[in-house]
């Protein structure tokens, strides 16, 4: 007996409830919902119950938001997906939202806020250069702004709980970082690191003269470490052997004197608390059935709001009153879905050709046997990323499909330690790939896949990895699904967006070099092997796209309708790198079920 079917509405709609986040005085939570279709900002009284509309968008709703301490909103939005980021502010007690950034071509960046500047911030904007991003003060309230650090050529810029920027980060041609002090108008060098800790190596936050950082110097995994800027002493403050510490999770509120607390990704989620006095509350929050985020807190530190991640039911929003030890339900992200039955994610690991170690999670149809199932290879984005526990809408969508699902941390992942990230450093298309040709493998060994029905689907570099199986692996799959993956390695190289040109020497020294490394880059890029593609191919691509241009997925098409490949290609006009309007992802996944029922329940 099969499973009830779930809607592609209920799992790629936008869902009820989203980004909930506590007031500074506790007394309100705002949270993202749809109106008419749309994202948009609201906001509940939590004595009352009293729920209200705060804008009223009809485009491309609201990406993302913060309180200022002074209890003014603030919220971002682009145009299309081109990602130039412009900020909002507006008061919940009433009046039209204030735009706070410039416009059209502009990007703007949070950067900071603190209680003791109620209604300012720092934002960082490209207005100068599109490829740098300035330091300005902006006021909330009144909309005024004046540029305070003019940025000299930074990948990124670091301000302290005074809100006065502190220091810079660049990347060296050999693809490390140098970290650069900034006192009186003036920038001096302070520590730097090479290519194999680059991307385990940040700074976090700056408290007064101790910069708060992730660091794999000297070990394999990122430790939370305290650094002192007047004398460069090192602490450290946590650490776990096989794992990086999440630098998203670290809790460090502004009453504390030192962090307190900090998560780490293993298998699935877990905190290292380092506070004494905040053990009772995770201990509380361990009674949830799912892995446990904080992802807001009053200025009082006596609410919390916790979101709770499950893989057989959508995301829950809790409120924690750490004075009482209560935990109330907000409600959930998607409740429509308790009415199916969900698939179970699965830790499971297998080894790579070369003996490497691969962590993956496993999902199964609930409803059949796992033996010789039509499997679909889920590689993440990035590359430099890795997959996680928990709610997952694409793997939910094919396991209730009958299709079994492996997400692969391949070589090049984030989160499992240098020795696994710098495995991958030019290797895309090479043992990158291998790692997802060996997952198959590991698939049809066990029985669980038939060899004949196994596609490979992603986005970004899920969907450059789509690209490479159905190129390089011509044999192995019966299918491929690519969302704005580049197809040619050259071309995106040339056509990043300016903002990341203060980081291409992190490309060149993990992708390779254009010049230097030129038959590498020809070999791994699947336009020039198109004539290999044999398979079927669905195409998904953005107009808008400031990563992967339009031009990577439309020269592949052109490759093999000339050739007289199967490909299906789709565009959609007001999409950048993604599909985030619930239309557009409807229409593509859509397609993407019709497509692999075609190709894989023949």
Do not use: C
């Not at 934002?123 to 740098?132: C, E, F, G, Q, V």
């Amino acid at each position: 007996m099969s499973a009830k079917k779930i809607p592609l509405e209920v799992l790629f709609g936008d869902p009820e409830l989203s980004q909930v986040q506590v007031s500074p005085d506790g007394n309100r939570i705002a949270f993202v919902s749809p109106w008419e279709g749309v994202k948009n900002l609201w906001l509940e009284d939590l004595e009352t119950g009293e729920r209200r509309r705060l804008t009223a968008d009809r485009g491309r709703g609201v990406m993302g938001y913060g309180w200022l301490p002074s209890g003014l909103l603030v919220y971002l939005q682009d145009t299309g997906g081109d990602e130039n980021w412009r900020f909002y502010s507006l008061d919940p007690a009433g009046g039209e939202p204030r735009l706070l950034t410039p416009g059209e071509g502009v990007q703007a960046q949070f950067l900071a806020a603190h209680p003791d500047y109620p209604d300012e911030m720092l934002l960082l904007l490209n207005d100068r250069d599109p490829a740098l991003h300035d330091a300005w003060r902006v006021n909330a309230r009144t909309g005024e702004r004046r540029r305070v650090v003019e940025n000299p050529g930074y990948l990124q810029l670091f301000a302290d709980d005074k809100l006065q920027v502190r220091a810079g980060l660049r990347q060296t041609d050999a693809g490390g970082a140098e970290l650069h002090l900034y006192q009186n108008g003036e920038w001096r060098p302070f520590m730097s690191w090479g290519l194999e800790d680059s991307l385990g190596t940040m700074p976090l936050q700056i408290r007064g003269d101790t910069l708060y950082m992730l660091s794999s110097i000297g070990r394999n995994t990122a430790a939370l470490v305290a650094v002192d800027l007047k004398s460069g002493s090192q602490e450290v403050l946590a650490a776990d052997p096989g794992y990086d510490l999440d630098s998203s999770s670290l809790l460090f509120h502004h009453q504390a004197k030192e962090p307190e607390a900090i998560g780490v990704m293993r298998d699935r989620m877990g905190w290292i608390v380092l506070d004494d006095s905040l053990k009772p509350d995770f201990e509380r929050l361990g009674e949830l059935e799912g892995d446990v985020y904080v992802t807001s807190r009053d200025l009082a530190d006596r609410v919390w709001v916790i979101h709770e991640d499950l893989d057989l039911a959508g995301p829950r929003f809790w409120l924690y009153n750490r004075q009482s030890g209560e935990l109330g339900l907000v409600g959930e992200a998607i409740p429509a879905l308790a009415e199916y039955t969900l698939a179970p994610m699965q830790p499971v690991r297998y080894s790579a050709r070369d003996g490497l170690e691969i962590e993956a999670y496993l999902t199964l149809p609930p409803d059949r046997e796992p033996r010789g199932l039509p499997a679909v290879i889920l590689p993440h984005g990035g590359p430099w990323s890795r997959d996680t526990w928990g709610y997952n809408p694409w793997a939910q969508w094919l396991a209730n499909r009958g299709y079994t699902v492996l997400q692969p941390n391949f070589r090049g992942s984030t989160g499992y330690g240098k020795a696994l990230l710098n495995a991958g450093n030019k290797e895309w298309g090479r043992a990158m790939q291998d790692d997802l040709t060996d997952a198959v493998q590991w698939l049809v060994e066990r029985g669980i896949a038939d060899p004949e029905r196994v596609a490979i689907m992603g986005g970004s570099y899920g969907g450059y990895a789509t690209l490479a199986g159905l190129a390089f692996t011509p044999d192995l799959y019966a299918a491929g699904v690519d969302i704005v993956g580049p197809s040619n390695l050259f071309t995106l190289l040339e056509t990043i967006p300016p903002y990341w040109k203060p980081m291409v020497a992190l490309f060149h020294t993990r992708m390779g070099h254009p010049e230097h490394d030129a038959e590498l880059l020809r070999a791994a890029s699947p336009l020039f092997s198109a004539d290999k593609i044999r398979a079927p191919l669905l195409i998904g691509q953005g107009a808008n796209d400031p990563r992967v241009k339009r031009a990577e997925s439309l020269q592949i098409v052109e490759a093999l309708r000339e050739k007289g490949k199967p490909v299906e290609y789709v565009e959609y006009a007001d999409e950048g790198h993604g599909f985030m309007k619930p239309e557009n992802r409807l229409d593509f996944f859509g397609r993407a079920e019709e497509f692999l029922e075609r190709h894989l329940h023949p």
